[in-house]
């Protein structure tokens, strides 16, 4: 009788310990297709409406590394600010405006030689504005895909071969909207934004952006992600302070170029024109 007796009181704390440590709402769907390299994590929850900022703690499965850049959507709110700490798993989004219906979708990167089969990422943790504790308080999914992954073709009956002709890889088109140029601020940051939209995107794609030199050009985010639903990106350059001083200091105009591509096959560039103060 006392050995069933301490079978049953283990199972019970056995029970009790799983609940606690559990997040409470929380599921997870999974691409089987090829190796993991993008997650969008979905929550849901009155309690977004509210909110200015999340900072959301993750779990990666072994090997798996993150990525820098993130992507937030939410109707009613635009994106601010975006942070991933790759060593705590650590992802922060601040955004202005109220989202309307409670719901809110973060998409985020493994970095490409740490990508897993069939990676599980677990949500451990969802902070509010202030360092709330708002787990327990929302509706949780974390979807993971292979964004270069490519559906397996429909067999069609052999047909005569056609003459041959050539055909683009992807009807998937990209813009870039940006100034022109840009006259320079002798004190103060040099910061300007581009506005990025992706055309005739059928799945959602992985794009980078890079400059005409990345050691003086700084691009915040520099990977993100385009599909059908959210099409638009805007990023922030921010030009150095030694390309700056050398420009004003010369006294002459120096065009730079900002170039944006997709693992889809779209892409484009844009040159900026920076132009000294005048009468500096």
Known sequence: MSKIKIISIFLFVSVISFNFLSPSVFSQTQNPAGKVDTFTISLNGSTLSSASGLNITIGLPSGAQLDTGLTFMANGASQLLTDVNVSTGLLTVVWSGAVSDSKVTITGMLKPNSQV????????????????????????????????????????????????????????????????????????????????????????????????????????????????????????????????????????????????????????????????????
Do not use: H, W, Y
């Not at 270069?148 to 870039?176: C, F, K, R, V, Y």
């Open 117 to 280: 089969d069939n990676a599980s990422i677990m949500i451990i943790k969802v902070e509010a504005s202030g360092g709330r504790d708002i787990t327990g308080s929302v509706v949780a999914n974390v979807t993971t895909l292979n964004s270069l992954a490519t559906p397996t073709p429909t067999p069609t009956p052999e047909m005569p071969t056609p003459t041959p002709t050539a055909t683009p890889l992807s009807d998937a088109g990209l813009t870039i909207i940006t100034p022109d140029s840009l006259s320079l601020k002798p004190r103060g940051l040099n910061v300007f934004k581009i506005n990025i939209v992706g055309l005739n995107f059928k799945s959602i794609s992985k794009c980078q952006a890079t400059s005409s030199d990345d050691s003086l050009i700084k691009i915040k985010p520099k990977i993100f992600v385009l599909s059908p639903a959210r099409n638009k990106k805007s990023v922030l350059v921010r030009l150095s302070r030694s390309l700056v001083s050398d420009i004003i200091d010369n006294g002459s105009s120096e065009d730079i170029t900002v170039s944006v591509s997709c693992v889809n096959g779209a892409g484009d560039e844009k040159n900026v024109t920076l132009i000294p103060p005048i009468g500096d």
